[in-house]
């Protein structure tokens, strides 16, 4: 569950810089929001990767 913790404490994370980048027209917090949403993209991908590994081990034994 500690990858699920990650994603959620990032997603948190963010939650200022889009209020700012949307609210306020922050330019330097919408650099941040690219910047964190791509580390989500990453983060996502390894998750999805250890998942069907997993998967696939399950499937073998």
Known sequence: M????EVK?????LEGDFDKFY?????????RVRKGM???K???Q????EVQ??????EKA
Do not use: H, P
């Not at 500690?2 to 913790?5: K, L």
């Open 42 to 44: 990453t983060m996502a």
């Open 53 to 58: 590994d997993s998967k696939n081990k399950a």
């Open 23 to 31: 609210d306020k027209n922050n330019q330097a917090a919408g650099t």
């Open 38 to 40: 791509q580390e989500l």
């Open 46 to 49: 390894a998750i999805r990767s």
């Open 9 to 13: 404490n990032l997603i948190m994370s």
């Open 2 to 5: 500690g990858r699920f913790e």
